[in-house]
């Protein structure tokens, strides 16, 4: 059997390779919506921008990102995982280079679209397609390990704008971008199509291929294939169509609804505190938040986040590991929405950052595992399409209750309720799945 054969296989250089490669997918991502985020002061100043302008800028990306999840997604289960993964990484390095000539605000917005179509594209292939070769016993320590790339990449764009941009101007953040678009040809070279989309479109011989030469380097001595294999698997898969429809068939609608309530949740609160977090708290007399410390000590707490919650998926398990950062985010939002000195509020806002990032981690292991192959990327795709409308709807809603006077515990004790609310719903709703191999989860969760 070629699963099997492939579940066997000693974790070794080629899962670590595949790690490495979508990893730096995820950092380059994770460093284009950092490097916006620290361009839009100094561009805002330079082009004379209202604030609805500026707020415009970063909304234009999280609706590219929406539509480039939910198409990308459905495109991987029909021209495969390797392939979408490259056109979506060349697709936002070229667009952020565009950036870098934008000739009026219009253009911008554009060309943003475009990076956000690309982004949102790249991240939950890359993660399904790591999903697709990481061993079962190891599974949710790997793609949290993937996430983690993220905290990398927003220290990246960090360096970035507080040594590189006062020296050369904001151009050369989007410049710095397009060098993912040369990472393309390492993807080309080093990493296969996923074996179980192989088999999902009977293209037997290739999966055969990949497994004999993946044996070859980890040293398991290989056995010729002999016949057809795995055909039980490949008719099971096939009888799932890869439409939208088959995401609300019986077997499927109460994770579907778990999960698109869990990343609309974490999503929502995600950008509507990180987006607004230097304007609300230097509102408040915290002077300490624009200073370079202040944000390395932020984003420096989200590295051992994700390697808790790496070791943790696998030791307890998927759901209690996100529902369980979940409300502790939830927990730490509401403390620091009522910090009243510099050192509380650094305190809190490294564990909101520890206990946040951690999550995003966990939602990345446990949303590929809720779907067979056949409709994997397509459910992963829409769960997180669906979550960048809470993306888009909470900074304009911070804007709104700023404009009405509320206070910053306030907002936060929003975003902590917000946590509280999806961490139930994923503990009432979630079924677990750590430690079986996709096949098995496939039979489990449909009963």
């Given at each position: 059997m070629i699963l099997q054969r492939l579940e066997s296989l000693p974790v070794g250089s080629f899962h670590y390779k595949l790690l490495i490669l979508t990893g730096l997918g995820w950092l380059f991502d994770s460093m284009d919506t950092g490097l916006i985020a620290f361009v839009l002061p100094v561009l805002a100043k330079e082009w004379s921008l209202s604030p609805a302008q500026v707020g415009w800028i970063g909304s234009i990306g999280l609706i590219g990102m929406a539509l480039g999840a939910v198409l990308a997604g459905t495109l991987a289960d029909r021209i495969g995982r390797k392939k979408v993964f490259s056109i979506t990484v060349l697709l936002y390095s070229l667009s952020t280079g565009m950036c870098a000539l934008a000739w009026s605000y219009e253009s911008l917005l554009v060309f943003r679209f475009l990076v956000g179509f690309?982004?949102?594209?790249?991240?939950?292939?890359?993660?399904?397609?790591?999903?697709?070769?990481?061993?079962?016993?190891?599974?949710?320590?790997?793609?949290?390990?993937?996430?983690?790339?993220?905290g990398v990449g927003w220290l990246v764009a960090a360096c970035i704008s507080y040594l590189v941009i006062p020296v050369f101007g904001w151009q050369i953040a989007f410049v710095i971008g397009t060098l993912p678009a040369l990472y393309v040809f390492l993807i080309r070279l080093h990493m296969p199509e996923s074996i179980r989309y192989l088999l999902t479109k009977n293209r037997i011989k290739e999966a055969q291929d990949v497994i004999l030469l993946l044996e070859k380097k980890l040293g398991v001595k290989s056995q010729p294939f002999t016949g057809m294999t795995d055909m039980s698997a490949i008719k099971r898969e096939q009888e799932?169509?890869?439409?939208?429809?088959?995401?609300?068939?019986?077997?499927?609608?109460?994770?579907?609804?778990?999960?698109?309530?869990?990343?609309?949740?974490?999503?929502?609160?995600?950008?509507?505190?990180?987006?607004?977090?230097?304007?609300?708290?230097?509102?408040?007399?915290?002077?300490?938040?624009?200073?370079?410390?202040?944000?390395?000590?932020?984003?420096?707490?989200?590295?051992?986040?994700?390697?808790?919650?790496?070791?943790?998926?696998?030791?307890?398990?998927?759901?209690?590991?996100?529902?369980?950062?979940?409300?502790?985010?939830?927990?730490c939002s509401f403390f620091f929405g009522n910090a009243a000195t510099p050192e509380t509020l650094l305190a809190w806002g490294a564990a909101m950052s520890f206990f946040n990032l951690g999550a995003w981690g966990v939602i990345y292991t446990y949303t590929p595992e809720q779907y067979p192959t056949q409709i994997r990327a397509l459910g992963s795709g829409w769960a997180a399409g669906f979550g960048r409308i809470g993306g888009m709807l909470a900074p304009m809603l911070v804007g709104v209750m700023l404009g009405n006077a509320f206070g910053m515990n306030t907002i936060f004790l929003m975003f902590a309720s917000v946590f509280v609310i999806i961490s139930a719903v994923v503990i009432l709703l979630g079924k677990e799945s750590k430690k079986k191999t996709l096949e098995e989860l496939e039979v489990v969760l449909e009963n």
């Open positions: 690309g982004l949102g594209g790249e991240l939950p292939v890359a993660a399904t397609l790591m999903s697709e070769y990481a061993p079962s016993h190891l599974r949710g320590r790997f793609i949290v390990l993937l996430e983690s790339f993220w799932t169509a890869p439409k939208f429809t088959a995401l609300w068939s019986k077997p499927f609608r109460t994770r579907t609804a778990m999960l698109w309530l869990a990343w609309f949740g974490i999503v929502f609160s995600y950008y509507g505190i990180f987006m607004w977090l230097p304007s609300i708290v230097y509102a408040q007399g915290f002077a300490v938040v624009k200073t370079f410390e202040y944000v390395l000590i932020m984003t420096l707490a989200q590295l051992p986040g994700y390697y808790a919650a790496a070791w943790l998926v696998d030791v307890i398990g998927r759901k209690y590991t996100l529902s369980l950062f979940l409300l502790l985010s939830g927990v």
